[in-house]
């Protein structure tokens, strides 16, 4: 009997909380559907530019690659490089094929690979051509971790932000913290600025913390400097705390802020550089930029992998920025309906 109580219990509590319900179906279906999206994506097709490459070499990779087999000098690869509009530069002298990788992305890198063995196999009798291969960027010692390493960077610093960051913010309003202070003269844009400078600074610790163990401890690949990736890292907590503290007040406790994880975070995970994007639907590339952790995992690659500076990577950091104002004017008027200034 008194089990039966219990259950009864559970479950009209479950149907109270129509949030927790909902979350038990809905959650798992978009996980789920959000990597069905990814992994049933088309195959990379790289763009890959040619140079003194005999005519039946050129015709066998055009039908490997179709359209996207360009004549290009080395300069003229070595800028499309810089820009991120090629993926391999090809030349071959006698039956030698040397080419130049762009390097940074590990799909591409097997796709050009395949495409150009595939085309030296239509046309000789050695399948197995041994080409001599340089790397624009990274080597080939990269491994896999240090390919997606700064990703996971990004990730774990955004992630622990939010979840900290969003309860901490929480707790502050449900044991009435926030209603104290709401109740004196202080404005709005005070209080939201107050805590963000507060959480903050521990958020340059992490930051700090989390970056040095990955690049001096795991020796996670880096060729950038450590300050500005310290930068870029320390910009995307603080993203993650302004998401956090503006998702808090839409939470009773801490159970339904861990409830917009599986809504919020994961799938950012999915459109943050761990998989090509070119692959993927139009429209799922284009939802990619409203995620911030896309511009965050961006940037971090962009200094750890290729030694860019925040001047090269300016536009990213500038929408994650944009995301941080954003929030941050988003909490101001969330606080609202607690009381009106």
Same mark, same amino acid.
């Given at each position: ?167 901490? $913010? =929480?707790?502050?309003? !449900?044991?009435? &913290? #926030?209603?104290? @202070? +709401? /109740? ?49 890292? $320390? =910009?995307?907590?603080? !993203?993650?705390? &302004? #998401?956090?503290? @503006? +998702? /808090? ?93």
């Amino acid at each position: 009997m008194n089990v039966g109580a219990v259950v009864t219990r559970i479950i009209k509590q479950f149907l109270r909380d129509k949030r927790s319900l909902a979350l038990l179906v809905i959650a798992p279906i978009l996980v789920l559907t959000l990597i069905w999206l990814v992994l049933d994506g088309d195959d990379y097709t790289p763009i890959v530019a040619i140079e003194n490459v005999p005519p039946p070499i050129e015709e066998a990779l055009h039908a490997e690659l179709e359209e996207d087999v360009v004549q290009m000098s080395e300069v003229e690869a070595t800028s499309a490089f810089q820009a991120g509009e090629l993926d391999a530069f090809l030349t071959v002298t006698g039956m030698e094929p040397k080419i130049i990788l762009e390097g940074s992305d590990p799909t591409a890198n097997a796709a050009v690979m395949k495409a150009i063995q595939s085309a030296f196999s239509t046309i000789t009798n050695h399948p197995s051509v041994k080409p001599s291969v340089e790397y624009y960027y990274g080597s080939q010692n990269l491994n896999l971790f240090d390919q997606v390493g700064s990703v996971l960077i990004g990730f774990f610093v955004f992630f622990f932000v939010f979840i900290i960051g969003g309860i901490s $913010f =929480l707790r502050e309003r !449900t044991q009435g &913290t #926030l209603e104290k @202070l +709401l /109740s004196t003269p202080i404005k709005r844009w005070h209080i939201v600025t107050g805590y963000l400078v507060g959480f903050g600074i521990f958020t340059i610790i992490q930051s700090l913390i989390i970056v040095a163990y990955a690049v001096y401890v795991l020796d996670v690949w880096m060729v950038g400097d450590f300050w500005q990736l310290l930068i870029v890292t $320390f =910009l995307l907590a603080i !993203t993650a705390l &302004t #998401l956090a503290t @503006l +998702l /808090s007040a839409f939470a009773n406790n801490e159970f339904q802020m861990m409830q917009f994880i599986p809504l919020v975070i994961l799938p950012q995970v999915f459109f943050s550089g761990i998989f090509n994007l070119e692959t993927m639907a139009d429209w799922l590339q284009m939802l990619s930029k409203f995620m911030p952790l896309t511009y965050g995992a961006e940037a971090m690659q962009q200094v750890m992998i290729k030694g860019k500076d925040l001047w090269d990577i300016w536009s990213e950091l500038a929408v994650i920025i944009g995301f941080a104002a954003l929030f941050f004017v988003l909490n101001i008027l969330a606080l609202k309906k607690h009381r009106r200034l």
